[in-house]
């Protein structure tokens, strides 16, 4: 098959995986689909440099023997050189199926050279470095081309998924969906190696929300599709790199990181204003990262990611289930109470989808109960956490606390009991007053502190007067340092000794949000007319001009030409594909837009 990866072969980065990974280039080479697309030229480039790398390593291999188990660095340049002819492929024609795992193939042998590094090995990284740096451009166009052509297949598949069966196999359209699950397939294995080229390149202990955020350009669109591709795809799968499963833990933990409130600054001069511009920047910029969240798919794909590495690495599984909890809250948390819900904010849209997704969230909590806490301000947080997105639920249910029997709603009240029952798990007083009070929001929230009461009045009633203030605090403020509260909440004021405070009352100096804000997806749909579609009014990924000056989405144009005929969809004359010639200018006025568009926003409304 063309798509075993080249680690599936000998040793992951050894002269034998090599060779197996340039054959299969040279296979690729030789398919239809490349000899369509591709000029002979750019075709008999590709093969020279194979063939130049397939002699090269079989004489090292003859050389150092089968106990070769990496290649030798006079391997290197024709190596490098090789990846930059199929990486290449992305700026010469649209990525069909086997041209998306040519461009694999390319990462692939990045990756692999990049291996020493990842293990902590002496390597001269100078070639490599010089080939990433000579890449650079080509991978931030290839980023975007797999955040267009992800989008545009999942909508694909879920139109094919909502058809009716068919019995007549000539009216049948299942090839074409098999074609785009196949494809997109290609697509999400591509941001896997992609993904991998960049933390070997950084180094998986450097990997942070902020390392990613500066590799797509501060594009929080672009990186939670890659990402979601990433984690779209199985760990044990032979065609993915070894060690997946600590990429993708790698992954979920920089995902994690994107709630820094530093990020929403990223060129910070000192001109950001005082605190409540710069808590509108950051609103602003949470938005964004809910919205790119929303119209990615990145969410659910993160969840069962976190699940799957629960399950085979309990203890790490459970720290980083824990952050996405976590994360996920922090996202939530303006969303989380009648008080701030803005109904033109996307992140109401992540809300529903956490909502939908209820039930693995559920599964992921216990999974990181089940490992216990090794610090008490590790499980105060998560209490805290788990408050917040329980308050969050109930209003996307529009039940009233306790009616849900989600398997999330469920999991709390078993940690309120388990805490409980646990002593709260702290030792220090001030630890207890912050737990008793991030217990009593979570246990109020999923309609269990009437059932609590009982054991968290004996504990409230060892605190002191002033770990009694200091609960109370928690529980008032309405900032993101105080607890979520949905509206049952008076009562567990009341059990700290404090009148109920009023629902209506906001935070005094805040100012008012500016209405409508767009979403990520708002501003994707707003694009300028010259860089979208004419047929379907998408923005362009890969465009052509027709001899009447009318600009369309290649194989969106070829899609309708192959199901209407040969007559252009806008004037109604005569076309071909064929007729029809490339542009790369638009294509890096799309790129350029794209990449600038979030950012130019944020400023405008900061």
Known sequence: MD?????????????????????????????????????SMDREQLQFRASEASQTLSLCKEREGEAARRPVESSFPCLCGLAVECINVVEKAELSTVLARLVTAGCEVL?????????????????????????????????????????????????????????????????????SIEHRQALQELSAWLMCVLFRALG?????????????????????????????VRADDSSLPHDTSEIQGVALGALCGLTAPDLAFP?????????????????????VLGAAMVETGVLESAVDAALARSSHFPKEGAATGSKLIQFLASLLAQVATPLHDDPQSPLLKLRADVHRIADKLGRLLEAVAAQGFDHPMNL??????????????????????????DHFTLSCRLLVTSCCDADLGCTEASDRAAMLAALGALASNVGDLEYISPRLSEHISRLSADDL???????????????????????????????????????????????????????????????????????LCDPVVSPGGVIFERSTLARWLQKHGNTCPVTGEGLCLEDCSRSPELRKKVTEWVRGEARRDGKRKG
């Open 204 to 232: 998986y202990a450097s990997v942070t929300a902020s390392s990613l955020m500066e590799f797509v350009n501060h594009d929080l669109l672009c990186l939670c599709s890659l990402l979601r591709g990433l984690f779209a």
């Open 111 to 179: 990756a692999a050279l990049l291996l020493p590094l990842a293990d902590g090995e002496a390597s001269s990284f100078d070639w490599i470095r010089e080939t990433l740096e000579d890449l650079s451009d080509q991978i931030d166009f290839l980023a975007l081309e797999v955040y267009c052509g992800l989008g545009r297949l999942e909508s694909k598949v879920l139109e094919s998924d909502e058809l009716p069966v068919v019995l007549d196999p000539i009216e049948d359209d299942f090839g074409a969906y098999w074609g």
């Open 469 to 539: 203030a200091r609960a109370r605090m928690r529980l008032t403020r309405h900032d993101r340092h105080g607890l979520v509260l949905t509206a049952a909440g008076d009562s567990l004021l009341a059990l700290f000794g404090t009148a109920p405070v009023p629902q209506e009352v906001a935070p005094h100096a805040a100012p008012k949000s500016p209405p409508a804000k767009p979403g990520l997806r708002d501003i994707v749909q707003n694009a300028p007319k010259e860089l979208r579609c004419a047929l379907d009014e998408k923005l």
């Open 380 to 405: 105060r947080e998560l209490v805290a956490s788990c408050a917040c997105l329980a308050a969050a639920l109930v209003l996307q249910s529009g039940m009233s606390e306790g009616c849900s029997d």
């Open 3 to 39: 798509g075993d990866g080249s680690e599936a072969h000998g040793i992951p980065g050894s002269t034998t995986a090599l060779l197996s990974l340039v054959d299969r280039i040279l296979r690729l080479t030789q398919h239809d689909q490349v000899a369509l697309a591709l000029t």
């Open 267 to 287: 060129r910070s001069d000192g001109s950001e204003g005082d605190i409540h511009e710069q808590n509108r920047s950051l609103h602003f910029y949470l938005e």
